[in-house]
């Protein structure tokens, strides 16, 4: 008993000022903690099939369920929504398994995993073929649409990435201004205005009667701009590492592309994880931001869902949802590169 | 200097390419947009990414509302069949954009109808299926009646960089009235504020006040004041240059609002065959009616219409009455019951 006082003195009441604190601090929990429980659990309502079910005055979380399809695949046929469950159950199962393979397999399922998988996937997405009914991207929407989006863009934004980081290192000076020029276009400029080009302006410039997918632009536009981003923390990678290793590598004989991808790369690259996980994720949270262009993900979803007048009045609910959606996402991202961070972690 | 030279020589030749691909823009398709709607079999419809009782998804993804009913009339004239729609969710922004580039064929989003939307960008105006304004809310204890007894340094909500805030403005100096506003980004922020006794009054366009109004504690304890201080015809928009289309478009809006002057709706149109009435007999698409050639469809055209989604009265019951959002038709009752829907006669 003694012990723990001692322990709370020592560490909570140690001098006037912690002695405020504590107290400040503890009464602020107290204030905020139990009347938000209160809403989100005890008063809150969770079976019904209306708002009008939602009368002890806590949160409504009837909303998110009667509407959770919507939030999860937005216009996408409830029939057909096995086709976006398929792929993404793959993908789930896929990195488990990845972890506990060994490394003859790992090769080949990553393989499958980044040219195959992605590939197959859009096609069971869209159909069209095998009497699959075809579903258009207009369609494609909520968690799925912010999920698509993401993944492609941060699949193609990588490489892309490297490549600009590497060109702006590089001697031969078209490749280098290029690389300057394109790393430095792309972040002078906001994204909501990229989206805006690409979403927008960018079908004025077309040729009559060729159209380009909206949902292409889009993955196309957001690529662009988080690979000048993607590139700056790779460069950053490839300045850190010795001059040394560049010069060993030339010594015994390798080129410019193999003394990279064997040397220079991975060292670079495993130097960078925090900064990439870092873009990863800030690319994952910019997605909400294709709703200017009309495309309703996750929270244009929720937007959509709490103007239906049967349902006015449910934003907070939506957002609470949206924002815990959004967590888990970003938490397991950061998780997953600590973990990959520690596998590799060598002592230099 | 030379590795200078040579980039911006290499970087200029690419911007050449680029610009002789970009000069193809432009042109327009000569093929009408009914040819194409027919061939492909659905009608390509800009709706918004949800306003009340106008363009709203629901629960199972199936689009509803009095805009959404606009492009439903012209499928079920057009192809035959209300439900060979295709909706586009269209930002505020983009939605003239997209209506230009193809990406839809009809945009009915709520669209104000205004002379530099019509003359200036292309774009053509077919009528009016709602007539809105702006107007006023306040508390019932307040006791105001007009907007006429707003005293100086009356504290005024509404949402920021809208038409809405000039329009007060403009409102006010007629009045001579000295005012304080109260500007917030989203819809749910100004009615949290009014709702919160920061402000006297709630001003916005009158089919949104109603709406918002549920959102608030004592939806009861409101009442809208009776003046409207703005013109706001909304009504779906076409491309310019395509008039067989425009004329579908319009027409389909049309006997959807005369089917109900005449009193024939989805319940009653298959007895009405039976009226003497020609003016009925046209819009059930009797023998001998020649509506539907001129416009490049059939005769049932409007029969079609009707059946499936009813007059316009009975759209507007099931979109914004049933939901409380606009139960007073005012302005958009029939002008033969005291509004000012009328609508060129369909023969």
């Known amino acids: 008993m003694n012990k723990t006082l001692n322990y709370i003195r020592e560490k909570f009441f140690s001098s006037p000022i912690d002695a405020f604190l504590t107290i400040s601090i503890s009464y602020l929990i107290y204030l905020t903690i139990p009347p938000l429980l209160d809403w989100m659990f005890i008063s809150a309502t969770f079976s019904g099939e209306s708002k009008k079910e939602c009368v002890s005055g806590g949160a409504c979380w009837v909303f998110v369920k009667i509407w959770f399809n919507r939030f999860l695949y937005g216009m996408y046929p409830n029939d057909e929504v096995w086709r976006v469950n398929l792929p993404f159950g793959i993908l789930v199962v896929s990195i488990i398994v990845y972890r506990f393979l060994n490394e003859k397999y790992k090769k080949y399922l990553f393989l499958f995993l980044i040219i195959p998988f992605p590939i197959l996937s859009l096609m069971l997405f869209s159909g069209g073929f095998l009497g699959l009914m075809p579903v258009e991207t207009r369609e494609w929407g909520g968690l799925f649409l912010t999920l698509v989006i993401s993944i492609f863009a941060i699949i193609f934004c990588f490489p892309l990435g490297v490549l600009l980081a590497m060109g702006r290192r590089s001697n031969l000076p078209v490749v280098r201004y290029f690389s300057v020029g394109f790393i430095e276009f792309w972040r002078g400029v906001p994204l909501i205005t990229v989206l805006f080009m690409a979403g927008v302006m960018f079908p004025l410039l077309l040729p009559a009667g060729t159209n380009m997918d909206k949902l292409v632009r889009v993955i196309i536009a957001i690529t662009l701009f988080e690979a000048a981003y993607m590139a700056e923390v790779v460069r950053g990678g490839l300045q850190a590492v010795g001059r040394g290793q560049y010069d060993a590598s030339k010594a015994i004989g390798m080129g410019y592309w193999k003394s990279h991808i064997f040397i220079i790369l991975p060292q670079a690259l495993k130097l960078v994880i925090p900064g990439i996980a870092n873009t990863f994720i800030a690319l994952f949270k910019d997605t909400p931001l294709v709703f200017v262009v009309g495309l309703l993900e996750i929270l244009g979803m929720v937007n959509l869902a709490k103007t239906n007048p049967a349902w006015l009045g449910m934003a907070t609910e939506g957002y609470v949802f949206v924002a815990l959606v959004y967590w888990i996402f970003c938490f397991a991202m950061s998780r997953y590169s600590l973990s990959i961070e520690e596998k590799l972690k060598t002592t230099n | 200097m030379k590795n200078i ?194 402000c006297d009054t709630y001003t916005t366009d009158k089919s949104a006040l109603a709406a918002q109004s549920t959102k608030m504690k004592d939806p009861t304890e409101h009442v809208v004041l009776p003046e409207t201080i703005s013109k706001e015809p909304l009504g779906p928009v076409v491309r310019q240059g395509d008039s067989k289309w425009e004329d579908v478009v319009r027409w389909s809006l049309n006997v959807f609002i005369e089917a109900e002057e005449y009193g024939v709706n989805s319940g009653n149109i298959d007895s009405m065959k039976e009226s003497k009435n020609p003016a009925i007999q046209r819009i059930v698409g009797a023998e001998g009616t020649k509506n539907g050639e001129a416009l490049g469809l059939d005769n049932q055209w409007s029969y079609r219409i009707i059946k499936q989604i009813g007059n316009y009265g009975e759209s507007y019951k099931r979109n914004l009455a049933d939901t409380n959002i606009m139960p007073e038709r005012g302005p958009n009752q029939l002008w033969t019951k005291g509004g000012i829907l009328y609508v060129p006669p369909v023969r």
């Open chain 2, 5 to 198: 030279m040579k980039a911006i020589g290499s970087l200029s030749v690419l911007a050449f390419v680029l610009t002789a691909c970009g000069d193809g823009g432009g042109a327009k398709k000569t093929t009408s947009t009914l040819d194409t709607t027919k061939s492909q079999g659905f009608v390509k419809c800009g709706v918004s990414q949800g306003v009340p009782g106008f363009s709203n998804a629901d629960a199972s993804g199936n689009w509803t509302g009095i805009d959404v009913d606009v492009c439903r009339a012209v499928a079920a004239a057009v192809l035959g069949d209300a439900s060979k729609v295709k909706y586009t969710g269209l930002s505020a922004k983009e939605r003239f954009t997209a209506l230009q580039a193809g990406e839809i064929d009809i945009l009915s989003r709520n669209t104000t109808w205004t002379l530099e939307r019509d003359a200036s960008i292309g774009l053509t105006f077919v009528g009016v299926n709602f007539y809105d304004g702006q107007g006023f809310m306040v508390r019932k204890s307040t006791g105001l009646k007009s907007v006429n007894d707003f005293k100086n340094g009356v504290k005024v909500c509404t949402n920021l960089g809208t038409t809405t805030e000039l329009n007060m403005a403009d409102f006010f100096k007629s009045k001579g009235v000295k005012y304080e506003p109260v500007v917030f980004e989203k819809a749910d922020e100004v009615v949290q504020a009014y709702d919160a006794g920061r």
